[in-house]
């Protein structure tokens, strides 16, 4: 019988897990005796379900699943850094994973146990997420959170606006051309505001792009024509009034149930955060690609510490979790979208989704995941860009001018990148 492309990639993934096994390690662990492994996961990073698969299939050792609640972050690095009860493979959330590469002698190259062999089955800006300067790899890919735009059909058409998702796609591929959008519904007196949510757009426009806050050598440039063109796309919607007053996520549901809030932006895993907010909505909504191209929110990696007991056997396990077959059982149970394109083609993916109307979401996050741009994120990154949030929301929640709320962003990061060690 003829084996399928997916079915052949996930041979390769569970084999160079198994090669592995014969490999030499790089961990300061005990080896293959190992009696235990131990794996750290906060709730919701990988399919409970996959994982107690796991602990059944890899009768070696005994895997020890934990759950970690709180600080996943936190707790972790007092793990490596105190050198006592340290799990043998770890998650690393997305928003992390920067701060850890700079730490990357606390972790296994994975490359060492042959992940490099697997990086052609994965997509490329987040295999190069997980990697540092010099090439090691640090985290293996989960799931990624490619991004969309969420709408309400009925509304769309209540405005004269398209209603299909390729239509739509069409009608707004820029975001002039989704503002414009927003101009006209409001025109036709809805009742609807276009733009729910300001800083999220400000993010979605820094995502999709190559460049962030600071550059490889260590620069600041928060202070460039990508960051300020960001801005003003973000400032743009309360300009021309399209803008709702501020409100939390919850209130944002609550009023799109209302036909107040016909769109809004989010990742693949924002879907199941409105089927659970609006149950009774099933059928009301569709997903249509981002104006402006893909961006990407979330996801996150798997990572051996230092202290692994038997590298080789972890990994092998990493790999069986994360192939392209489980990948698609962590779509279902948890709305991890696979990192592993392989996985895209999978039932648990292609198969029509009530909730938005019969659509095949997949089509939408599937491109869009394949084609987000590559940046490089910084370890202080996360702190450096945080005035500019607190300032775009000054702009939209009081009415701060915004050339002066950039101008206040841009000295307060400068001062924060200083304090990091940022040039």
């Known amino acids: 019988m003829e084996l399928s492309r997916r079915r052949l990639l996930q041979v390769a993934l ?25 794996l750290w996961y906060w709730g919701g990073g990988l399919s409970d379900k996959v994982v107690a698969d796991a602990v059944k299939q890899f009768t070696q050792t005994k895997l020890k699943p934990s759950v970690i609640g709180g600080d996943f972050k ?91 998702p390729e239509d739509v796609a069409a009608a707004m591929s820029t975001w ?33 792009g190559t460049k962030r806050f600071i550059d490889e050598s260590g620069k600041f440039i928060g202070d460039q024509d990508h960051i300020r063109n960001a801005w003003d ?5 309360i300009q021309l009034g399209i803008a709702a007053p501020q409100a939390g996520e919850s209130d944002q549901f609550t009023a799109a149930s209302r036909g107040k809030s016909p769109s809004l932006f989010g990742a693949a895993w924002r879907g199941q955060d409105l089927k659970n907010a609006l149950p009774d909505d099933t059928g009301n ?54 990192s592993s394109p392989a996985a895209y083609t999978l039932p648990a993916l292609t198969a029509p989704d009530p909730y938005f109307g019969g659509q095949k979401t ?20 996360a702190a450096v860009s945080a005035p500019y949030f607190d300032e775009v929301l000054s702009v939209w929640a009081k009415g701060k001018n915004p050339d002066t709320a950039w101008a206040d962003a841009v000295s307060k990061a400068k001062e924060i990148a200083e304090r990091q060690g940022v040039n």
């Open 14 to 38: 569970v084999s160079a897990g198994s090669a592995a096994l014969a490999a030499c390690g790089s961990g300061s662990g005990s080896g293959a005796d190992a009696k235990e492994l131990t």
């Open 74 to 164: 936190q707790k972790l690095v007092t793990t490596l850094t105190g050198r006592k009860f340290v799990p043998d493979i770890t998650g690393v959330k997305g928003e992390d994973i920067a701060s850890l590469l700079v730490q990357a002698d606390r972790f296994i190259d994975l490359n060492t146990l042959g992940a490099d062999k697997l990086a052609s089955q994965f997509v490329d800006w987040k295999w190069k997420q997980g990697s540092t300067k010099d090439g090691k790899l640090i985290g293996f890919p989960i799931d990624i959170g490619p991004t969309a735009m969420y709408y309400r059909p009925a509304d769309f058409e209540k405005a004269g606006l398209p209603s299909k």
């Open 176 to 208: 002039d051309d989704y503002y414009a959008a927003g101009v006209k519904m409001k025109q036709a007196n809805t009742g609807a505001s276009m733009v729910m949510d300001i800083p999220t757009i400000f993010q979605m426009v820094i995502g999709q």
């Open 233 to 237: 796309l973000a400032i743009k919607p």
């Open 285 to 338: 909504w569709r997903v249509a690609s981002m104006p402006g191209g893909p961006s990407n929110y979330g996801g996150s990696f798997l990572a051996l510490p230092r202290e692994c007991r038997n590298p080789q056997l972890a990994f092998q396990i990493v790999t069986w979790l994360l192939s392209p077959e489980n990948q698609g059982r962590g779509f279902t149970d948890a709305a991890l979208f696979p």
């Open 362 to 381: 997949v089509e939408v996050f599937g491109e869009a995941a394949q084609k987000i741009p590559a940046s490089y994120e910084a370890p202080a990154d």
